[in-house]
């Protein structure tokens, strides 16, 4: 019998004819990020102005802020939130980040937040597509939502196993550390970053791509 993870902070209801995240053991609680002392800039102490805590949102307002990160690191987890753009948008969620001299997406796989309908090819190349695990895995079908709507969003990091979930629908599942996985690093963008996708647990990242986006609802959820 197929068991649904129901969120409904979110509103997100999971396909129930398809495959659906594996349940969660009891006593696993959700924990808010929507406080800006959970946050800081990467590789700085504060919160950059460029990004505004308001209500029960955060804001990139403009770029040249540079990218947040948790203040805490997270192994196991279960990340969900929503994001909304605006016409042209492009921004990502990072995680297993670590804080090096180089940028977040060297050290961190991303959940790729982008404005489909602008970006044409880009954003109809699963690899490139909303929900995507930027430059390696996506779905060949379009779940995004338009420009000015919320989008749900999940991610699922239990030991090496990962999946991307949008609008209730699995983009993306992979195993990190695997010869396919090593192949497909191998085979794109990231061959040329040694410390790309190999840590075991660290920071949540959200990108400064230089365009608005606003992203609300963030809980995690660690995981045994």
């Known amino acids: 019998?197929?068991?649904?993870?129901?969120?409904?902070?979110?509103?997100?209801?999971?396909?129930?004819?398809?495959?659906?995240?594996?349940?969660?053991?009891?006593?696993?609680?959700?924990?808010?990020?929507?406080?800006?002392?959970?946050?800081r800039g990467y590789r700085k102490e504060a919160v950059p102005e460029q990004w505004v805590f308001e209500g029960d949102t955060v804001r990139l307002t403009g770029g040249g802020?540079?990218?947040?990160?948790?203040?805490?690191?997270?192994?196991?987890?279960?990340?969900?939130f929503q994001y909304k753009l605006e016409g042209r948008g492009?921004?990502?969620?990072?995680?297993?980040?670590?804080?090096?001299?180089?940028?977040?997406?060297?050290?961190?796989?991303?959940?790729?937040?982008l404005d489909v309908t602008w970006f044409g090819?880009?954003?109809?190349?699963?690899?490139?597509?909303?929900?995507?695990?930027?430059?390696?895995?996506?779905?060949?079908?379009?779940d995004a939502r338009p420009a000015g709507e919320w989008n749900d969003c999940l991610i699922v990091v239990r030991g090496g196993h990962v999946e991307h979930w949008l609008n209730g629908r699995l983009q993306c599942s992979y195993e990190l550390w695997t010869p396919e996985w090593e192949a497909a690093v191998e085979g794109c963008k990231w061959r040329n970053f040694p410390d790309y996708g190999r840590a075991t647990s660290g920071h949540v990242a959200l990108q400064d791509h230089g365009d608005p986006v606003t992203f609300r609802g963030f809980e995690v959820r660690e995981l045994p």
């Open 1 to 39: 019998m197929n068991r649904l993870l129901l969120l409904p902070a979110l509103g997100l209801l999971l396909n129930a004819c398809g495959t659906t995240p594996a349940p969660v053991e009891a006593g696993a609680s959700w924990t808010s990020l929507m406080d800006a002392s959970s946050w």
């Open 65 to 80: 802020g540079g990218d947040l990160i948790t203040r805490s690191q997270y192994e196991s987890f279960e990340l969900r």
């Open 90 to 113: 492009n921004s990502g969620v990072m995680y297993l980040v670590q804080e090096t001299d180089g940028p977040t997406y060297a050290t961190g796989p991303e959940y790729q937040v």
């Open 121 to 142: 090819d880009k954003g109809r190349d699963p690899k490139t597509a909303a929900g995507a695990n930027y430059a390696m895995h996506g779905n060949p079908e379009d």
